[in-house]
């Protein structure tokens, strides 16, 4: 699975640029509700699992050797054959990983089964994520290669069998270096540690990469990008598309 080979080469850095973020955090364990025990799918290093936590699932090896000790024990497996049995939890939950699954129909399958009572899912929608800066203005190519794995978020909620949909707004001082997390921080997306960590970036050869952000590293120099997006640079946070999914069983 692609995402495997992914995670297995951004892993290394991932711990350390990929720190949860408490407000983020705060609205994940929220949408778990009153969930007693909770299997994290597509878990990585185990950012935002919530205490009640019983069992991660993660297929890359790189990513569960960076688990903190104390956490959760992890499975070696796939979101799309998890070998657990039937309602294993009450709440089964996916954060930024269902773009990675080589079988999306399978992955949710297998959420529903495991999970007595709710899934929750961290994802994305591709319409409004396209439409971030940095991708729409200095990386279009990377953006449409982020296409070819984008889930519609309609489409989970019709997998889901139905869901509520609720925005996360990403403050402007994230500490979880996901891909819009530096959106009022643009000179973090020219350090290569800060790339290193994003999926986006790992899986997009430099040749695609350099000239955008060339002419980024350019504009911030000159003032060009602090006065076409003079209209960030007191907002708080920012809705760049990023959504919880919260299906009740």
Known sequence: ???????????????????????????????????????????????????????????????????????APALEASAESIPLADDSADAAMALLTVHHWSDLEAGIGELHRIARQRIVILTFDPDINRRFWLLEEYLPEAAALDDTRAVAVERLVTL?????????????????GFLAAFWRRPEAYLDPEVRAGISL?????????????????????????????????????????????????
């Open 1 to 71: 699975m692609h995402g495997v080979a992914t995670y297995n080469s951004i892993g290394a850095t991932y711990a350390d640029t990929r720190r949860p973020d408490p407000r983020i955090a705060a609205r994940i364990h929220q949408a778990l509700g009153g969930a007693a025990t909770v299997i994290n799918v597509g878990a990585g290093t185990g950012s935002y699992e919530p205490p009640q936590t019983v069992l991660a699932v993660e297929p890359s090896s790189v990513m569960t050797a960076q688990r903190p000790a104390g956490s």
């Open 160 to 176: 889901l069998g139905g869901a509520s949909i609720e925005t996360v707004p990403i403050p402007h001082d994230c500490t979880d």
């Open 201 to 249: 970036f790992a899986q997009t050869g430099d040749e695609v990469l350099q000239p955008g952000l060339a002419r980024l590293s350019d504009d911030l120099a000159s003032g060009r990008w602090h006065q076409h997006h003079a209209d960030l640079l007191d907002r708080e946070a920012l809705d760049a598309g990023y959504r919880i999914l919260v299906a009740d069983l």
